[in-house]
């Protein structure tokens, strides 16, 4: 069992940055892929971004494309979100995902993702 902790949500100005941490526990992740997810009020949960733990390979959402950058840090099991030039549509609660079946061949965006954090607020005024 994979558990996932994000942290690093907060309140910004439109055009600033956040930088987003899920620290993961209970497994090596070097089979799995780490993905970043969103939900506003009222919309479903949409794709954002993902990695494969072992090659480093990224895949973004087209909104995100360009302004936010995912990376891992392998000596301490966890995956950064660094957000920059924040719109105030970036709002919204952000989870972090990790799955061991997730297809790169079809689209990480698909997954499927297996284990998910408890999600973190961000909010973007403009």
């Known amino acids: 069992q994979v558990q996932l902790v994000e942290a690093g949500g907060g309140v910004v100005q439109a055009g600033g940055s956040l930088r987003l941490s899920c620290a993961a526990s209970?497994?090596?992740?070097?089979?799995?892929?780490m993905g970043w997810f969103r939900q506003a009020p009222g919309k479903e949960r949409e794709f954002v971004a993902a990695?494969?733990?072992?090659?480093?390979?990224?895949y973004y959402a087209d909104s995100v494309k360009g302004r936010f950058t995912v990376s891992r840090d392998i000596a301490k099991n966890t995956v950064h979100l660094q957000m920059n030039s924040l719109k105030p549509e970036d709002t919204a609660v952000y989870s972090c995902?990790?799955?061991?079946?997730?297809?790169?061949?079809?689209?990480?965006?698909?997954?499927?993702?297996?284990?998910w954090g408890q999600g973190t607020q961000v909010t973007v005024s403009s």
């Open positions: 995902a990790a799955g061991s079946r997730v297809s790169w061949y079809r689209s990480p965006a698909v997954g499927p993702y297996d284990h």
């Open positions: 990695l494969s733990w072992s090659g480093g390979r990224t």
């Open positions: 209970g497994r090596t992740l070097s089979s799995y892929s």
